[in-house]
């Protein structure tokens, strides 16, 4: 296997670096540029490593009927009542506000990016030079929209919410086919929120090995924990819907992060990498000094020469100064060959 470690705008990711952590947007800057600045800033103290956006119009998603398919009728959505052009309208994030978007993420040190869902918008990011694109899981079966973006030559993250395994296959062709090298697939469930028990972390490592690239995960389940999880399942790179605060209401507000939330995935799943470690055996240089308080053999009461040695005056106590407990048998039944004081190491000079 080829080795899957790319960089975007000079971050590495790969599972030899700390998962890449990206806090998306969406529509929680509530159409206020302000707000949506005020993320920017937000997610950059919280230690994300980058902020993305949606870049698409209600006209370039949808059509702007009330009826049917295009109205959302479903008790269980978090948008119920609205219908796809209604909700893209308020979701959506001005086009004229990327560039001040972007050059805020590079003012506060963080990667700005986007998802594009039609060559239009792929063309407009273009000329705002972002370093990668996302591609949603609603779009992964889009294949010339995963063509036109893959043509970039620029790394490509593509979310695999829904899409069976043949479906994966044609999308990742699609993007090698027209010359993707840095790919990452990030295992998805798209479900808002998403619950645990639908999130199926077991993927990432399948999904590593059968298309050879990094794994991540888009993460929609509430609170830190499924995300921290997927580091050990070797995760890469981690989303999060990202807002100032939920009670202040919006599209995704539902299952954003908040960023005492965001800080501590930060830290969380960095600890959690670190842990990782490697296939490893026997003391570590930092357990070295705690050799000193393993069991070992002592002698717990004073013994006279040529007494005998029996479970009354051996012991395996701590600290480790003496014999491993392994040697007892040894010497129950031998004879002291000197006289022995209460608290002496055994050792294999005490025998006659």
Not at 34 to 41: G, S, T
Not at 265 to 288: D, M
């Amino acid at each position: 296997m080829r080795e899957t470690e790319l960089e975007i705008a000079g971050r590495k990711i790969g599972r030899d670096h700390s998962p890449f952590l990206v806090a998306e947007m969406s529509g929680n800057h509530n159409q206020s540029l302000e707000r949506a600045l005020a993320i920017v800033d937000a997610a950059a103290k919280a230690g994300a490593h980058a902020l993305k956006i949606q870049t698409y119009t209600a006209d370039t998603m949808t059509l702007d009927l009330n009826e049917g398919a295009f109205f959302i009728d479903d008790a269980s959505s978090l948008w119920q009542g609205k219908s796809l052009y209604k909700l893209y309208q308020e979701a959506y994030t001005p086009w004229e506000w990327h560039q001040p978007i972007f050059e805020r993420c590079r003012e506060v040190g963080i990667i700005g990016f986007s998802t594009p869902f039609d060559e239009t918008a792929v063309d407009f990011l273009e000329t705002l030079n972002v370093p990668c694109y996302k591609i949603a899981s609603f779009e992964n079966t889009d294949l010339p929209l995963i063509r036109k973006v893959a043509a970039t030559g620029k790394p490509l993250i593509i979310s695999t919410g829904m899409a069976t395994l043949a479906e994966l296959d044609e999308t990742v062709r699609a993007a090698r086919e027209v010359g993707c090298r840095d790919l990452i697939l990030l295992k998805c469930t798209s479900t808002y929120p998403a619950t645990p028990e639908n999130t199926n972390l077991r993927t990432i490592p399948h999904l590593h090995e059968l298309f050879n690239c990094e794994v991540g995960l888009s993460d929609h389940t509430m609170g830190i924990g499924v995300s921290v999880a997927s580091v050990a399942m070797g995760a890469t790179l981690i989303e999060k819907h990202f807002t100032l605060a939920r009670a202040d209401g919006g599209v995704d507000s539902a299952f954003s992060l908040e960023p005492e939330e965001m800080r501590a995935l930060v830290e969380e799943s960095a600890r959690a990498w670190a842990a990782l470690g490697r296939i490893s055996y026997g003391a570590t240089a930092a357990e070295e000094k705690s050799k000193a308080h393993r069991r070992s053999l002592y002698v717990c009461e004073d013994i006279a020469e040529g007494a005998l040695l029996t479970t009354s005056n051996i012991r395996a106590i701590r600290p480790g100064s003496g014999l491993p407990p392994k040697f007892l048998e040894i010497f129950l039944g031998r004879k002291a060959r000197t006289d022995i004081r209460k608290g002496t190491p055994v050792s294999w000079d005490l025998l006659g």
